[in-house]
């Protein structure tokens, strides 16, 4: 009887089957929907470093609205600190910044129009995985703390004056009963941060005293990805409004494509992604008006693409794919937009650079040869395959007669 009823039991669906969270609590029961992989530090993705991610992000955004060019990441053992010098939260909504779910500025477009964090979730997924989390922002002369454990306040300091310049500093440190043995590393963090720099040409970042900055935008992420003696001709780098392109071609086979969106790098691609992929190819056949196959065209590729989008959607709070089918909420699609800026900045840039333009031809006639002739000889193979078939089938029957 007690078995039958504990089986009863287990298929029970009424009231008391139904369960209310409050934010906090679903964050750290379902931390993945919010960081990806927890991980111990080990991997570039795991979630220590996405937690220092999301504050950045925040940081980013004041910059890109032209408050702060400075950033400073401290990270000391597990006691992560993030100092931007931007506009600094609001006094008297500190608190709820950091532990109201949908809480923030940006669900109004006018003022942080091409933000990557526009679901008021980032910092409170921090707070609510921290075991510690302190914030305090500074806004003309006067500064407001609250310290949070686990998510919740336990202590709310009165506002003060203070002599600090204006920004926002976060101190947080990620909780092991989430985040097992974990260990941040270095080199992940430093690349992490030089995408920051690379997608904001000017941003000073300092990493525990260590100064990143990038002068030349994704001109240096990709020197800094390739080496110089394999790229086929100089790097070509176009900037427009809401969108910039760095681009060259190695002796490598594939395509290695770095992607970006407000700043984020969407490592699993997205629409910029592929309308890039197809506007580039389109781009590039009426350049040359020849019809060269796609995959000639792309083989040995390297470029770095970023572009601004108006309300970005993400496949995931992670955002690392962008599901964004237009760049504006009534803007051109994102097929469009690639198209109408490489018809134009790409198509100019090869007719004023003939060497270039001559460089590039030579690489993708050397990829159509490569794979004609692979062709050739697959299909040689597979001729003498089925001749040897056809002859060893000839022996068999001889010599079964």
């Not at 992560?80 to 600094?88: E, P």
């Not at 129009?113 to 914030?135: H, P």
């Not at 260590?210 to 086929?232: M, P």
């Amino acid at each position: 009887m007690a078995k039958e009823k504990e089986k009863t039991d287990l298929f029970n669906y009424d009231e008391d089957s139904i369960k209310s969270l409050d934010w906090k609590e679903h964050i750290r029961l379902r931390p993945g929907m919010y960081i990806g992989k927890l991980g111990d530090g080990a991997s570039p993705d795991d979630g220590i470093y996405v937690l220092v991610k999301e504050v950045m992000d925040n940081c980013i955004d004041e910059y890109t609205m032209g408050h702060g060019k400075t950033v400073e990441l401290t990270i000391d053992g597990k006691t992560v600190t993030v100092r931007d010098y931007g506009r600094g939260i609001p006094l008297g909504k500190v608190v709820d910044v950091v532990s109201k779910i949908n809480t923030g500025a940006k669900y109004d477009s006018k003022a942080f129009q091409k933000s990557v964090g526009l679901n008021g979730v980032g910092t409170k997924a921090v707070n609510a995985l921290s075991n510690y989390f302190k914030v305090t922002a500074v806004r003309e002369g006067k500064e407001k703390t609250a310290e949070f454990e686990r998510g919740v306040l336990i202590k709310e300091h009165k506002e003060a004056k203070t002599g600090e310049e204006n920004g926002t500093l976060v101190t947080f440190i990620p909780d092991e009963q989430i985040f097992k043995n974990y260990k941040y590393h270095s080199e992940f963090l430093e690349n992490q941060i030089w995408n920051y720099c690379f997608l904001n040409a000017g941003l000073k970042i300092v990493f525990n005293g260590k100064s990143f900055v990038s002068k030349n935008g994704l001109l240096d992420l990709l020197q800094r990805k390739t080496n110089e003696d394999e790229i086929r001709y100089p790097i070509i780098h176009l900037k427009g409004n809401d969108m910039e392109i760095a681009l060259s071609h190695t002796n490598d086979y594939g395509e290695d494509i770095y992607s970006f969106v407000n700043g984020q790098h969407t490592t699993q691609g997205g629409t910029h992604h592929q309308a890039f992929r197809e506007m580039y190819v389109k781009t590039i056949r009426e350049f040359y008006k020849k019809d060269y196959d796609a995959s000639d065209i792309r083989t040995g590729i390297v470029a770095a693409v970023s572009v601004r989008v108006v309300e970005p959607v993400f496949e995931s709070q992670t955002k690392t794919k962008l599901g964004s089918v237009n760049v504006d909420t009534k803007g051109p699609s994102m097929r469009q937009f690639f198209s109408d800026f490489l018809s134009k900045e790409l198509d100019n840039y090869l007719h004023k650079n003939p060497a270039t333009a001559e460089a590039l031809k030579k690489r993708i006639e050397q990829s159509e040869r490569e794979r004609k002739d692979m062709a050739g000889i697959k299909k040689l193979a597979n001729e003498r395959a089925k001749k040897a078939n056809l002859h060893n089938k000839n022996y068999e029957i001889a010599e079964y007669i």
